[in-house]
């Protein structure tokens, strides 16, 4: 089960002539399911003119199972998480850019182009704490907000910290933001390979130790929804199968600041069987297959037959002759 692709070039009576394109190129099963939970579904997903800003959290390459070994290097984390942020992009998320709204005159402005007013209020020994004016005050400007200008907000000297974040992070009911491009999400990105333990044990027969990872990989929530035996097949047999796989989570991103309590709100697994295949063969496979399922949930898992090097993506060395 264990099988891994030939590395090397077959030679027959000394000379293979490679030319022009790469042809033959293997054809691969990609498996896409996405989970949601209860308060996933209350998130809108992204539209054209409301994209949904993430902070990314990279987990690095994970290999879940059996341990296999001779196995190749995976890609570097930072390739994987380039070809993730394209594709993200691509459904509407934006990796988080927060910069505050502003006009012309270099004012800070709510979302809608209304001045932000600030005022000072002093307080007996303490410097004076700038909040929003509710009436009078004077325009915020991008120039009070800068490190060296602090002092100008009261706190008696310059502070790495601007004193205006609690102003920055307001929302007025009738306004709205003062910042564009903040994260409502936390997008936590894996990947790596599943293998399955599969051993036989005396007087118990086949013994399945992580069967309930791979079901997860292969059918998360929707083995629920799959009550005829030939829907539940072809997970079960996927499940037996050394796999890559490609993982993105979400949570919110509110809860995790305040209070450091994670709430997810999808999950989105990617995967395909690692027989005659690398992972770097299949990265780009897997996530531009499970991009357009990004927050959205499935309710079977979806099963797509894609090239495993994507045209314009293939790279053949120097032929050699071997013996």
């Not at 692709?5 to 399911?33: D, H, M, T, W, Y």
């Not at 939970?37 to 994209?51: L, S």
């Not at 997810?264 to 990265?283: E, H, I």
């Amino acid at each position: 089960m264990n099988s891994r692709p030939f590395q090397g070039a077959f030679a027959f009576c000394g000379l293979i002539l490679l030319s022009g394109s790469l042809r033959g190129v293997p054809k691969v099963e990609v498996n896409v399911v996405v989970d949601m939970t209860p308060e996933g579904r209350k998130v809108a997903p992204p539209t054209p003119g409301h994209p949904v800003y993430y902070l990314p959290a990279l987990a690095g390459y994970k290999e879940l199972g059996a341990l296999i070994a001779g196995e190749p290097p995976p890609p570097p984390q930072a390739e994987v998480a380039h070809l993730l942020a394209v594709t993200l992009a691509r459904q509407g998320y934006m990796v988080m850019k927060p910069v505050p709204h502003a006009n012309a005159a270099g004012e800070v402005t709510y979302s809608d182009g209304t001045v932000v007013r600030v005022q000072n209020h002093a307080r007996r020994g303490l410097p004076a704490v700038m909040t929003v004016a509710t009436s009078g005050g004077k325009p915020l400007t991008l120039a009070m907000l800068h490190p060296e200008n602090a002092s100008s907000a009261g706190t008696g000297s310059p502070s790495k910290i601007s004193p205006f974040a609690a102003i920055l992070t307001s929302v007025d009911p009738v306004h709205g933001p003062i910042i564009s491009g903040m994260p409502s999400i936390i997008l936590v990105m894996h990947y790596g390979s599943a293998n399955p333990e599969i051993e036989s044990m005396p007087g118990m027969g086949e013994v399945f130790f992580n069967q309930a990872q791979m079901l997860g990989l292969l059918g998360g929530n929707t083995l629920d929804h799959l009550d005829l035996d030939f829907e539940r097949e072809p997970v079960m047999q996927g499940a037996r199968e050394d796999r890559y796989y490609v993982a993105v989570t979400a949570y919110d991103f509110a809860p995790y600041v305040q209070t450091r309590k994670k709430v997810m709100l999808w999950q989105a697994k990617m995967s395909v069987p690692a027989n005659r295949v690398y992972f770097a063969d299949v990265v780009t496979t897997l996530v531009e297959t499970g991009g357009p399922f990004f927050g959205h949930e499935t309710y079977r898992p979806k099963q797509f037959i894609e090239p495993a090097v994507p045209e314009g993506h293939v790279e053949v060395g120097t032929p050699t002759v071997k013996p």
